[in-house]
Each structure stands twice: as structure tokens, then as C-alpha cells.
């Protein structure tokens, strides 16, 4: 896309993304009094959000990133960062959801923009209208949880990025960088977002067929300012924990999550009591251990790295087979039933996991969850089932948009990947609907993507049949 189409597009719509944002602001707000209705205001503290209320607590103080009263590098710093600016300035926290919600509404705008710029204001209002309405989102933009914080940076880079890509000019292309940092800060699921960009770099310097060596000086911007915008938090660890880690969450992750796969497959057990002998065994395998040392230091980690790379490699068929069928739910599900209870909608039967009825090979179990009609189960199906039409949708909508012509080629490329990106690094046996979120802004563009075009082949169609009837 060149200057001139970017200064037009900007130009003709701003009275569409003032109507975006508002109406975005007017849905999340209308959601937040539903919710804190129906939960007070406990619901910001709820959950994880009382460890990252904790450390910023701990940092408005002046006492450091602090939990369980010692220093602690399971979470990154910026989202504590951003909560102790409430602590310091003795700021209410009912006024957090209002803040995050406008990050929120403010990213519908970016969206927008970034659908336009791949593809068309179409494509990009259906995005922007999708994550306006998203009900995560609705839900998490009032706790106390990175997510709001984490979406709103992720949006903000990759709308740099391309003015970048767009104008060539340094200074999209350095704020890019520094806002990935900080998005890594917020969550370690960012830190390798860098190499994404890169590999995005190269495919754009390759379909402009520019000399390789342009590509260079840009990287090495890119990831310099990337690696100075973490560099703080990395020595900061080194110097309290000897290590340059941005947190200690990995080796616990593969350990307590990974570790019951081969568990489960060996003794033919639920991945639930498997993951449970496996915290068992953690215990009694460390002398004197501490649950306060695992959670918040990198004391086990050298054991923890050890022993999953012994008990993973007994199985590793077992593994990839169970993440196969994780991935397979992992986009074809909503989560939205797991967030109804906030709305006052409670599940009377506990949820089915039909990841370990397909590992273990239980179909009657299996055919008999899905057969249950009680509300919330049926959300869940109606979930799959539409989450299953969408991505076959867009399968076909690029599919086909491939074969046809290659004008849109770096776009689906960039959205593809970007959703394969946080997908790989968010699937897991325990993970939780609120991980998928940094997906959706790059699925909604792609469903903008396969709605505009299966209608336009749609009106073709009538019209061509009309046509012929006459």
C-alpha cells in the first residue's frame, strides 16, 4: 500500500472510527455494570488478578516486585507496573476497568484501521465490530488480569508495523519495536513475537524484490530496541536470581503440564489425576521443598528441566498426539461458557473434557458429554460447531483467494502467522479460554476477510442468475 492510499484511508475515516469507538466504549461499559451487578467489585481482584494486584501493591510501596513476602520473577513487570501507578497516585481501583476499557475501545479503532489497510473498510469493520463484542474481552476488561493491557500493545505494534511497511519511515518501525518489548513485559508469550516480525520483514523484501540487504538495517533496529526495551527487567534477574530469564514460568509450565501427558498415557489414567501424582512426586523428589521457592524463584528450575526432558522423551508419540487433539479444540471452541458464570449463569455438571475422552480413545464417554442437555453444554456445542464453520470459512476464503490472484498474499501471510504464532505458545492441556485472546484481533480480520469475499461471490452469483432467467 503506498502513502497517498494510507493518507486517503485515514482521511475518509475518521467519522467511522469515532462511531467504532463509541459504540465499543457503549457495549463494554453496558457489560461492566452487568457484571459488577451480578459479582461486586470483587470481580476485579478475582482469580490471577490478586497476584499481579499483590506485586503492584509491593512496587507502589517501594519494596520491589515482591510475593509471598520475597522477591519474585514469575511475572513480568509491566502490567504490576501499570496497576502500582492506582497505589501510588491513591487512585480508586474501580476506576481500572474504566481505563482498560478505553485501551480496549481505542484498539477496536487500530483494528479497524489495520483490516483497511490489509484489505478493505469492510473487511476492517467487521473486525473492529467482532472485538467490540468479544466476550472475553467483555469479562477481563474489568479484572485486574494483563490480557486488556496485553491486546491493546500486540494491536498497536503490528498498526506500526505497517505504517511502516507503508511509508518506510524509522520512527513506526522503532515504536513498533519498543511496544513489542513492553508486550513481552506484559507477558512472556511476546518474546519471540520478534522473530515473526523479522520473518515478515524478509517475505515483504522478498515480494517487492528489493536487494536482501535492505532488510538489515531495519532488523537490527528492530530487534536492537526490542532487546534494550527488556534488558532492565533481564539483568534485573541475573543480578537477584542468576538468571536472564524474563521469568521463571517456563520450566514450571513443561513440568506441571507437559510431564502428566506421559503420565496419563503410561498408566492409562485422566490427565487431571495424572497431573496431580506428578505435583506428588515434585514433592517428594526435592529435599525440604518450598512451594513459596518454585512459585516465584529459579531454585528448581535446572531439576525441573531435567526431569521433564527424562520423563518426556519415554513418550514423545504421546505428547504430540495429545496437543494434536488440544490444538484441534483449541480452534474450534469459544471458552464463552467458562465465562457465563460471570453473568450469573451457572453450570450445574461439571465440565467435560473431551481432549482426554480423544487421547484415551472414550468414545462412549465421549458421545454421552456431548449428548448432555443441560444450557451450558449446549453453548459449548453450538461453540464448537460455530468456530468450526468460521475456520473452515476462512480455509476456503484464502484458499481460494490464493488460487485466484496474489495481491493479498503478504496480508494473509502476516494474520496467518500471527495466529499460528500465539497459538503454538498458547496450547497447552490446561489452557484457559482467556489465552487464545491475543488471536482473535488476526481471526476477526480473517473472518472480515472471508465474510466480505463469500459475499461478494454470493451477489455475483444472484446477479449473474437473474441475468439468466430473464
Known amino acids: 500500500m503506498n502513502t497517498d492510499k494510507l493518507k486517503r484511508l485515514l482521511a475518509d475515516s475518521r467519522r ?32 490471577d488478578a490478586s497476584g499481579y494486584l ?3 501493591k509491593s512496587v507502589a510501596a517501594g519494596e520491589g516486585f515482591r510475593a509471598g513476602g520475597m522477591l519474585s520473577a514469575f511475572r513480568t513487570p509491566f502490567y504490576p507496573l501499570f496497576l502500582s501507578l492506582f497505589y501510588f497516585f491513591h487512585l ?19 483494528l479497524y484501521r489495520i483490516g483497511s ?6 473487511v476492517g469493520f467487521v473486525a473492529a465490530m467482532l472485538f467490540a463484542v468479544e466476550p472475553l474481552l467483555l469479562v477481563y476488561g474489568n479484572m485486574a488480569l494483563s490480557e486488556s493491557l496485553f491486546v491493546f500493545l500486540l494491536i498497536y505494534s503490528v498498526y506500526s508495523l505497517l505504517k511502516y ?13 519498543i511496544l513489542v518489548g513492553a508486550m513481552a513485559l506484559t507477558r512472556p508469550i511476546g518474546m519471540y513475537f520478534p522473530l515473526l516480525v523479522l520473518f515478515l520483514m524478509i517475505i515483504k523484501n522478498r515480494l517487492e524484490r528489493k536487494s536482501p540487504a535492505a532488510v538489515l538495517r531495519p532488523a537490527l533496529i528492530y530487534i536492537g530496541l526490542f532487546v534494550l526495551t527488556i534488558a532492565p527487567w533481564s539483568i534485573r534477574n541475573e543480578l537477584t536470581f542468576g538468571s536472564w530469564s524474563l521469568t521463571n514460568h517456563g520450566a514450571i509450565e513443561i513440568y506441571n503440564e507437559r510431564v502428566p501427558i506421559v503420565i ?22 526435592i529435599p525440604n521443598f518450598s512451594p513459596t521457592l518454585l512459585g516465584n524463584t529459579f531454585a528448581y528450575n535446572d531439576f525441573l528441566a531435567r526431569q521433564s526432558f527424562l ?24 471458552g464463552y461458557d467458562y465465562v457465563l458464570r460471570y453473568f450469573g449463569v451457572e453450570n450445574a455438571t461439571a465440565a467435560s473434557n473431551f481432549t482426554n475422552f480423544i487421547f484415551h480413545q472414550q468414545w462412549r464417554a465421549l458421545t454421552k ?8 453444554n449446549v453453548i459449548r456445542l453450538v461453540g464448537y460447531l460455530l468456530w468450526f464453520i468460521v475456520n473452515v470459512s476462512i480455509a476456503a476464503t484464502v484458499i481460494y483467494e490464493l488460487r485466484r490472484s496474489r495481491e493479498n498474499l503478504f496480508a494473509l501471510i502476516l494474520l496467518i502467522g500471527a495466529v499460528l504464532y500465539f497459538a503454538v505458545f498458547s496450547i497447552g492441556p490446561h489452557t484457559q479460554a482467556r489465552y487464545r485472546i491475543p488471536t482473535y484481533p488476526f481471526l476477526f480480520i480473517l473472518i472480515g476477510f472471508a465474510t466480505v469475499t463469500i459475499g461478494s461471490r454470493v451477489r455475483i452469483y444472484l446477479k449473474t442468475r437473474q441475468k439468466t432467467t430473464r
Open 54 to 56: 499483590e506485586l503492584a
Open 311 to 334: 520423563i518426556l522423551k519415554q513418550n514423545i508419540p504421546a505428547v504430540l498426539k495429545f496437543h494434536l487433539i488440544a490444538a484441534l479444540s483449541y480452534f474450534h471452541t469459544t
Open 92 to 110: 480508586p481501583l474501580a476506576f481500572l476497568p474504566t481505563v482498560q476499557i478505553f485501551l480496549l475501545s481505542c484498539a477496536s479503532v487500530l
Open 264 to 285: 496419563a498415557a503410561k498408566e492409562n489414567i485422566d490427565y487431571n489425576s495424572a497431573f496431580i501424582k506428578n505435583q506428588k512426586n515434585l514433592e517428594k523428589s
Open 16 to 47: 467511522t472510527e469515532v462511531w467504532i469507538f463509541c459504540f465499543a466504549l457503549t457495549v463494554k461499559l453496558a457489560a461492566s455494570s452487568i457484571l459488577f451487578a451480578y459479582n461486586g467489585s470483587a470481580l476485579i481482584s478475582l482469580g
Open 117 to 122: 489497510w490489509l484489505f478493505s473498510k469492510p
Open 165 to 177: 511497511f507503508s511509508d518506510g519511515t524509522r520512527a513506526p518501525l522503532m515504536l513498533s519495536a
Open 369 to 376: 458429554a456431548l449428548l448432555q442437555t443441560d444450557p451450558i
